[in-house]
T-cell receptor, first 110, second 112 residues
């Protein structure tokens, strides 16, 4: 099993739709989780942290399911500008290493 | 103000050449990284330095040699370039173990 796995997509959704991605991780000792966003030909940028209790930032909600070892990102009321690749990032428990998923590509269509 | 900067942005070179990429951060972070993103968009860590000390050294050919002259700089030198080295190389910085990375704009390396 890969350390961090994401569905590569693309997820094609109309404007205004709600879309969710999951990211599974293999190391049960992982403690820190993040979502990053990467636009085409640009560098990844931090979108949000994922807390145990879940967290929300505007239209974005991130959640952690420790029992099933996955994190999720929910985007409500999708905008054209949300089109990007969303990378999950997971700490390898007990180490300095963070592993990036291969990303899920989202296309929001007009 | 540029937080993490890399030079050059584009690098086109022939097989067998030696090249360097430079990275600087002005965020006061104590840890810097080199990542390679290949054509399949997989972002893979290569090296990490914390306060000028190498702390992560992944399975990377020894043709790749990082150098950190100080906490704000991390350079990458590549010897005897091969076709498979073509990729985008991202420099990043963070406070150690935080997971909050700031990435540079990337260096798009093409080996012909």
């Amino acid at each position: 099993r890969k350390e961090v796995e994401q569905d590569p997509g693309p997820f094609n959704v109309p404007e205004g739709a709600t879309v969710a991605f999951n990211c599974t991780y293999s190391n049960s000792a992982s403690q820190s989780f993040f979502w990053y966003r990467q636009d085409c030909r640009k560098e990844p940028k931090l979108l949000m942290s994922v807390y145990s209790s879940g967290n929300e930032d505007g239209r974005f909600t991130a959640q952690l399911n420790r029992a099933s070892q996955y994190i999720s990102l929910l985007i409500r009321d999708s905008k054209l500008s949300d089109s990007a690749t969303y990378l999950c990032v997971v700490n390898m428990g007990g180490t300095y290493k963070y592993i990036f998923g291969t990303g899920t590509r989202l296309k929001v269509l007009a | 103000d540029t937080a993490v900067s890399q030079t050059p942005k584009y690098l086109v070179t022939q097989m067998g050449n030696d090249k360097s990429i430079k990275c600087e951060q002005n965020l006061g972070h104590d840890t810097m990284y080199w990542y390679k993103q290949d054509s399949k968009k997989f972002l893979k860590i290569m090296f990490s330095y914390n306060n000028k000390e190498l702390i992560i050294n992944e399975t990377v050919p020894n043709r790749f040699s990082p150098k950190s002259p100080d906490k704000a700089h991390l350079n990458l030198h590549i010897n005897s370039l091969e076709l498979g080295d073509s990729a985008v190389y991202f420099c990043a910085s963070s406070h150690l173990d935080s997971g909050f990375y700031s990435f540079g704009p990337g260096t798009r390396l093409t080996v012909t």
